[in-house]
């Protein structure tokens, strides 16, 4: 993983695509990048392994195709690096945004 890439430029990343809603902490909290001074949550990346990113998502299209989409925005960031996306909840078209 390239040593430049930031937590916070991942969740830039991912909140930058029109179907997430927001970024999630995991059931526990455990998907967060503590860094001096703040804590970025929902974008995990360890010393060694994949990435790790919790998203609510907006549920427009099937979730195979956001999801991929979602990697491919991080690409070029993460330098052949897996990315583990944890869908925590989906909000459909019906509801409002902040309902999840």
């Given amino acids: ?53 919790g998203v609510v998502l907006r549920l427009e299209r099937p979730l195979p195709e956001i999801l991929d989409e979602i990697r491919s925005a991080l690409a070029d960031l993460l330098d052949e690096v897996p990315v583990d996306i944890t869908v925590a909840d989906v909000i459909t078209t019906d509801e409002p945004a902040g309902s999840a």
Avoid at 3 to 23: D, F, I, K, M, T
Avoid at 31 to 47: D, M, T
């Fill in 1 to 53: 993983m390239s040593e430049q890439v930031s937590a916070g430029e991942l969740a830039e990343r991912v909140l930058a695509h029109p179907s997430v809603v927001r970024l999630h902490g995991g059931q526990f909290g455990e998907i967060a990048s503590y860094l001096p001074g703040s804590k970025v949550v929902g974008v995990r990346l360890p010393p060694v392994g994949a990435a790790e990113i």
